[in-house]
């Protein structure tokens, strides 16, 4: 397993993190058994969002590992909030935000988190109230460091200017079949749909400011499309190559997808959100697996990039 630290910060962590999405599928069994094998793989960081399951499945993830302050020490947990299902919005309301972090700590049986993310970008967001709520939580010690998820470079600017606390984190959807943050600065000037900047270039800006990047649904075509691994149907070709890789390095087809991820030089931590033990320990072997600079650039192109 591959670690790396996470920048202005003094969290050391596992290049996998172990997404909880999806843990409530599971029993209290189930679940155990799913974090022990990361944690045998090598994983210290655990996902969560207070809108998975409802908050069901920080409560299941809490009963799961039995959560005291002796469990907890081993552990780096992240969670989200700023989503309102109830509502049908997104809120970066400073009530909101103190509520939904309590609400989080007390489903995963904590005194802290040590970090928490804003989910998805609340276009009404009024920075002043966010930045109230970070020094609220950070000052009582709920929270240690802070992040976003899917917030492209001028929301992130617009945050931190009125925030005092370095913004550390930013997840966002990657996989080799959904590459925005880098297909415009391949096809740069093309007068194509690849060249189309849909992100304002966050990749670089994440580089340039020491932003650590999370991907999010590593394996997934589309939004919740379904896995591309596999789909021979639509993908037959980055599959062909996917398994050429695979044998070569005596993995598997979910290893060198990972691999392909953590070859890019930004450092990008990989989410994984599956509830198979068997795929978790196959994506963690592309944890440290450095694929050639050939081997990257031919996956990139067979799941149908360009190269100009």
């Not at 908050?55 to 590992?65: N, Q, R, T």
């Not at 959100?273 to 600079?293: E, P, V, Y």
Request: aromatic share 8%.
């Amino acid at each position: 397993m591959k670690y790396t630290n996470i920048a202005h910060t003094d969290l050391h962590v596992s290049n996998m993190i172990m997404g909880n999405m999806r843990l409530k599928q599971l029993s209290a069994a189930e679940a155990e058994a799913l974090i022990k094998t990361a944690q045998e793989e090598g994983i210290n960081f655990f996902d969560h969002a207070d809108i998975y399951g409802k908050g069901e499945c920080e409560e299941l993830f809490a009963k799961a590992v039995q959560m005291n302050p002796a469990v907890r020490e081993k552990m780096v947990i992240q969670s989200k909030c700023g989503i309102r299902p109830d509502l049908g919005i997104y809120d970066f309301s400073k009530e909101y935000i103190i509520e939904a972090a309590n609400g989080i700590l007390k489903r995963l049986n904590t005194d802290y988190l040590d970090l928490l993310l804003l989910h998805r970008p609340d276009p009404l967001m009024e920075p002043e109230e966010v930045a109230e709520a970070f020094n609220e939580l950070q000052s009582s010690g709920k929270v240690r460091y802070f992040g976003i998820s899917n917030h492209n470079p001028q929301q992130i600017e617009l945050l931190q200017k009125h925030i005092q606390q370095k913004l550390v984190v930013n997840q966002m959807q990657f996989s080799i079949v959904h590459t925005p943050m880098i297909d415009s600065g391949v096809a740069v000037n093309m007068k194509i749909d690849q060249a189309v900047n849909r992100d304002s270039s966050v990749l670089e800006y994440s580089r340039i400011n020491e932003m650590t990047l999370q991907a999010w649904s590593p394996f997934q075509s589309g939004f919740f499309d379904g896995p591309f691994i596999g789909d021979l149907e639509k993908y037959p070709e980055l599959n062909e190559v996917l398994d050429r890789i695979a044998d070569k390095y005596n993995v598997t087809n979910t290893a060198v997808a990972v691999a392909w991820i953590t070859r890019h030089p930004a450092n990008i931590q990989v989410v994984l959100g599956t509830t198979n033990t068997g795929r978790m320990r196959d994506a963690c072997k592309g944890s440290d697996l450095k694929l050639t600079k050939q081997e990257w650039y031919e996956l990139y192109k067979a799941a149908g990039n360009k190269l100009p």
